[in-house]
């Protein structure tokens, strides 16, 4: 089996492992992050009523102009700021941190330090 077959079904594995045991309400949803090669993305989802709360990327207006010449998990740490002061302007102050397939390092956990950083309690 090729490295990157093998890769993507380690990757499945952990994705429905982590997704098993995470669950998002209104008053604390799910923060779902997805990493590409170039750019992060977080989403809030409240999976009881199958909404997405919030949204925060690399590419936000937002962050236009104080991401520009940043290393890629500084932009991470960006955006999770981004998210949390958006859920904090919805009155929601706790959320759960739904790293999906991607191991707790680097990007993704910049995103998750940027999120408490904004007074998010993950």
Same mark, same amino acid.
Not at 23 to 38: D, E, H, I, M, N
Not at 72 to 83: H, N, P, R, S
């Given at each position: 089996m090729s490295s990157e077959k093998q890769l993507r079904k380690v990757r499945e594995r952990r994705q429905t492992r982590v997704r098993s045991k995470i669950?998002?309400?209104?008053?604390?949803?799910?923060?779902?992050?997805? &990493?590409?090669?170039?750019y992060i993305y977080v989403q809030a989802i409240a999976d009881d009523v199958g909404r997405t709360l919030a949204e925060a990327s690399a590419l936000?207006?937002?962050?236009?102009?104080?991401?520009?010449?940043?290393?890629?998990?500084?932009?991470?740490?960006?955006?999770?700021?981004?998210?949390? &002061?958006?859920?904090?302007?919805?009155?929601?102050?706790?959320?759960?941190?739904?790293r999906g397939k991607y191991l707790y390092h680097g990007r993704v956990k910049a995103v998750a330090e940027g999120a408490r950083d904004a007074g998010l309690k993950i």
């Open positions: 669950f998002g309400t209104v008053q604390r949803p799910r923060l779902s992050v997805y &990493r590409s090669a170039r936000s207006r937002e962050l236009k102009d104080t991401i520009s010449g940043l290393k890629k998990v500084d932009v991470a740490a960006e955006v999770g700021k981004l998210i949390g &002061r958006r859920l904090l302007e919805q009155n929601v102050s706790e959320a759960v941190f739904d």
